[in-house]
């Protein structure tokens, strides 16, 4: 958790770090835009190869949102 938030890159509620919220083995990335989400999910990859974590793709999902509305979700493969 303390890598994802030395990317200076997720969401912040002041100056608390809110990118990345876990519970057991489940993890939550909040990031304030598409290119955010890369680079924590790019991080997220390279840290799961060194430790030898395999992620679920298919209880995997990406949601977006804009200021005013849900605009969609996206399944990933």
């Not at 809110?18 to 790019?42: E, F, T």
């Not at 509305?69 to 399944?75: A, K, S, W």
């Amino acid at each position: 958790m303390r890598g994802l938030a030395n990317l200076s890159v997720g969401c912040y509620i002041g100056d608390c770090y809110v990118g990345a919220l876990a519970y057991a083995d489940d993890i939550v990335l909040i990031a304030p835009s598409a290119n955010a989400m890369r680079k924590m999910l790019r991080f997220c990859e390279q840290y799961a190869l060194e430790c030898n974590i395999m992620f679920n793709a298919n209880t995997s999902k990406c949601m977006f949102f804009s200021s005013k509305r849900y605009i969609g979700q996206l399944h990933v493969h």
